[in-house]
């Protein structure tokens, strides 16, 4: 199956700095990647949907200026933290979309856990 | 909008016993349905796809349902291993370029 790995695997920073999770496609190429948070035996939550070439599309109730989203190439999205304050911890998903004829199925990469203290 | 329920958050079973997770929705039905596996502090990993014209599809020890008019998919897995333990994901998958709905998960224990 298709591999999406994400980097770095675990973060802590100190409060008030920025983070940059990478997200890419390993063996192929994905034009819409999506970035998910779960919390502690929760289910995902998605953020943000990922167009490489034009903006991300947020969900409702998440900040855009806050988790800056850049699609640049087919393989690579990545996730910035702007300014990240204790209840930005949390655990950050991928996904990369890919399209079979009429169904797609979403490969994940293997999360970021992010703690700022 | 689309509610996605998971029978329950957590379930636990004897090991060589089959194992069975709902997943039941609510308004639109789905032109698909998907079933992941997450372990703790890792990415859900996709394990079966099934389409709203299919009945029942079949993986090594895994089988998954669905029936549109009951608006369910059940996921079973036979002869239940320890290794087996893990939160199962149901996702529904719409045409076009809507993200995939995902519930809650359900917890699997398959005790020794």
């Known amino acids: 199956g298709a591999v999406v790995s994400q980097h770095p695997s675990r973060v802590i920073c100190k409060s008030g700095t920025s983070v940059k999770i990478e997200c890419r496609s390993l063996d192929f190429q994905a034009t819409t990647m999506f970035w998910y948070r779960q919390f502690p035996k929760k289910s995902l939550m998605l953020m943000a949907t990922s167009n490489e070439g034009s903006k991300a599309t947020y969900e409702q109730g998440v900040e855009k200026d806050k988790f800056l989203i850049n699609h640049a190439s087919l393989t690579l999205s990545t996730l910035t933290v702007t300014s990240a304050h204790p209840e930005d911890s949390s655990f950050y998903i991928c996904s990369a979309r890919v399209f079979a004829g009429s169904t797609d199925t979403q490969y994940f990469g293997p999360g970021t856990r992010l703690t700022v203290l | 909008s689309q509610k996605i329920e998971q029978n329950s958050e957590a379930l636990n079973i004897q090991e060589g016993k089959t194992a069975t997770l709902t997943c039941n929705y609510t308004?639109?039905?789905?032109?698909?349905l998907q079933w992941y596996r997450q372990d703790p502090g890792r990415g859900p990993v996709f394990l079966l796809l099934i389409r709203e014209n299919e009945k029942e599809k079949r993986k090594e020890r895994l089988k998954v349902t669905f029936d549109t008019t009951l608006k369910q998919s059940l996921f079973h897995i036979t002869a239940s291993q320890p290794a087996d333990s893990a939160t199962y994901l149901c996702a529904l998958g719409y045409s076009g370029n809507t993200p995939l709905v995902f519930g809650k998960g359900t917890r699997l224990s398959v005790i020794a």
């Open positions: 308004n639109y039905s789905p032109a698909y």
